[in-house]
C-alpha cells in the first residue's frame, strides 16, 4: 500500500475550520464573486487551502486541497486558489504562521486605493491594538502595508515582503484589492482580520468627517 501523501484527518479538521470561517465571513460580504482565499498550515511542507473560484459562502470538503509550499498541488488535479504563492509566502517567511486569510470587504478596497500612494494606512491610538498579538497598549502608532495590485504573482510577493521588511505586522492591505491577514492559528488570523476590518472603517469615516 502506497503511504498516503497528507494525512487525512489532520486535512479534514482543516477543511472544516477553513469552511467556518468563509461561511461567516462571505455573510459578511467579504468576499463578494468568488473572491477571498483561506488556507491552514498542515505541517512545515503543506497546507490546506481553498481551490480557486469557488462561491467562498458555500465551500464544502470538497473544495479544499493541499499544496506543497512551492504551490504544488499535492495528490490532486484541482488548482490552487490564483493567490496560493502569497499564502505560501508567509507561511516560509513566518514559520510561527499557522493560518492565513483573504477577504475584499468594500472597507478593505476603498482603503487600500486611498492609501496606495503612501504605501501604508498609519493607524493610532486604538484600543483594538490589543487585539493584535504582541501589541499590550493603545499608546502606539501601527503600520498596515499597502501594496501595489498585481496579477504577476512574483512581482506581488516581492513588493510584499519588502513591504513587511519595512513594517512588520499581522496583515497588509493590496490595492483595490483586499486584505491579506495571518496568526498563529486560524482563530488568531480571524481576530486580526476583524481587528483590521474595524480599524479600517474607522479610518475611512475619519476621512469623511475630515479629521484625517
Ligand atoms: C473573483 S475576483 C478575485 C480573484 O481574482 C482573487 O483576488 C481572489 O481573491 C480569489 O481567487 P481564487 O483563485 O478563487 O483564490
Ligand atoms: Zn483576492
Same mark, same amino acid.
Given at each position: 500500500m502506497n503511504t498516503p501523501a497528507?494525512?487525512?484527518?489532520? !486535512?479534514?479538521g482543516c477543511a472544516a475550520q477553513i469552511i467556518s470561517h468563509t461561511r461567516e465571513l462571505a455573510a459578511k460580504?467579504?468576499?463578494?464573486?468568488?473572491? &477571498?482565499?483561506?488556507?491552514? @498550515? %498542515?505541517?512545515?511542507?503543506? +497546507?490546506?487551502?481553498?481551490?480557486?473560484?469557488?462561491?467562498?459562502?458555500?465551500?464544502?470538503?470538497?473544495?479544499? %486541497?493541499? /499544496?506543497? %509550499?512551492?504551490?504544488?498541488? *499535492?495528490?490532486?488535479?484541482?488548482?490552487?486558489s490564483a493567490e496560493? +504563492?502569497?499564502?505560501t509566502h508567509l507561511y516560509r517567511? !513566518?514559520?510561527? *504562521? &499557522?493560518? /492565513?486569510?483573504?477577504?475584499h470587504s468594500p472597507t478593505q478596497t476603498i482603503a487600500g486605493l486611498l492609501y496606495a500612494d503612501q504605501g501604508r494606512v498609519r493607524l493610532r491610538d486604538y484600543e483594538l491594538f490589543k487585539a493584535l498579538r504582541g501589541r499590550t497598549t493603545h499608546e502606539t502608532e501601527v503600520d498596515l502595508p499597502v501594496v501595489p495590485n498585481s496579477q504577476d504573482m512574483?512581482?506581488?510577493t516581492a513588493s *510584499?515582503?519588502?513591504? #513587511?521588511?519595512?513594517?512588520?505586522?499581522? &496583515? !497588509? #492591505?493590496?490595492? &483595490?484589492?483586499? #486584505? !491579506?491577514?495571518?496568526?498563529?492559528?486560524?482563530?488568531?488570523?480571524? @481576530?486580526?482580520?476583524?481587528?483590521?476590518?474595524? %480599524?479600517?472603517?474607522?479610518?475611512l469615516e475619519l476621512r469623511r468627517l475630515g479629521a484625517r
Open positions: 497528507f494525512d487525512h484527518n489532520l !486535512y479534514a460580504g467579504f468576499t463578494p464573486a468568488t473572491a &477571498g482565499n483561506f488556507s491552514i @498550515r %498542515m505541517d512545515a511542507d503543506h +497546507a490546506a487551502i481553498t481551490i480557486s473560484g469557488k462561491d467562498k459562502g458555500r465551500l464544502t470538503e470538497a473544495d479544499i %486541497m493541499v /499544496v506543497d %509550499m512551492a504551490n504544488t498541488p *499535492v495528490a490532486t488535479h484541482h488548482r490552487p496560493a +504563492a502569497l499564502h517567511r !513566518y514559520p510561527d *504562521v &499557522g493560518a /492565513v486569510l483573504h477577504t512574483d512581482e506581488l *510584499v515582503d519588502a513591504a #513587511l521588511d519595512a513594517a512588520n505586522n499581522w &496583515g !497588509y #492591505l493590496i490595492a &483595490g484589492h483586499g #486584505l !491579506y491577514a495571518w496568526g498563529r492559528d486560524i482563530s488568531e488570523a480571524r @481576530r486580526h482580520l476583524d481587528a483590521f476590518e474595524f %480599524m479600517l472603517g474607522c479610518e
